[in-house]
């Protein structure tokens, strides 16, 4: 099993993901996916012996985590004085 992160959606059709540390890239089918995903959500992987994608399962707890971890540093960045990421 590995893990990835939903990169993008293209063309309605395509789910685009990013695979490991690597960040490799792979496209798979909408129609293959049994859960509405989004992007920017994470989701572990299982291969079949050919390395072959057999199951895409959601993982809302890598995927919470993640957004906990942006908004972390989103939030000091705007902290910085001078930094263009302030809101007001």
């Known amino acids: ?20 540390d690597e960040e490799k890239e792979c496209v798979v089918p909408l129609s293959k996916m049994t859960e509405q995903l989004k992007e920017g959500d994470w989701v ?22 993640k957004q906990d971890s942006i908004q972390a540093k989103m939030a000091k960045l705007r902290a910085k004085k001078g930094s263009r990421f302030q809101s007001d």
Request: aromatic content about 2%; charged content about 25%; hydrophobic content about 45%.
């Open 1 to 20: 099993m590995k893990e990835a992160v939903v990169d993008r959606i293209v063309d309605g059709k395509h789910l685009v993901l990013l695979i490991g």
């Open 44 to 65: 572990t992987l299982s291969f079949d012996a050919n390395d072959e994608i057999v199951d895409i399962t959601s993982n809302p707890a890598k995927t919470s985590q």
